[in-house]
């Protein structure tokens, strides 16, 4: 006796499209992390362009040596570009800036006055390997 198997018609196109899914399924997850990333990302930015701004303005400098600051002060204090935004713009309002972040604003500043008179060492209280000017 022999036997018969029906399959429907697009039984390969199904299975095609199982495997698919899974991959479909891990494209998503991929995808929709890279858009919580991004969501971040441009939360913090209207904070960074108005510390940036602060500091165009305190410290008569164009756009960029201002962000290095920032992102000098962020390394020294090991956090975020945006909480170091915040806590220049709280403190811009009245509020105490934090002493670790006080030290990190003094130092980075010495750094951006010593570029601005083309100096190539760090200032004399930090550590260089390198000759004075």
């Not at 198997?5 to 891990?26: C, F, I, S, Y």
């Not at 209207?46 to 000098?72: E, H, K, S, T």
């Amino acid at each position: 006796m022999h036997r018969t198997t029906m399959l429907p018609e697009h039984w390969w196109d199904l299975r095609a499209e199982a495997v698919a899914g899974n991959a479909a399924v891990q494209d998503v997850v991929a995808l929709r992390a890279e858009i919580d990333q991004l969501r971040r990302a441009l939360a913090g930015r209207p904070v960074i362009d108005q510390a940036c701004g602060m500091v165009m303005v305190l410290a008569p400098c164009p756009r960029g040596p201002a962000r290095n600051l920032l992102v000098d002060m962020e390394r020294q204090c090991n956090t975020t570009l945006p909480v170091v935004s915040s806590a220049m713009i709280a403190a811009w309002e009245g509020e105490p800036l934090p002493p670790l972040m006080q030290r990190a604003l003094r130092h980075a500043l010495r750094r951006l006055y010593a570029e601005d008179r083309g100096y190539d060492s760090a200032p004399a209280d930090e550590p260089s390997g390198r000759g004075g000017p």
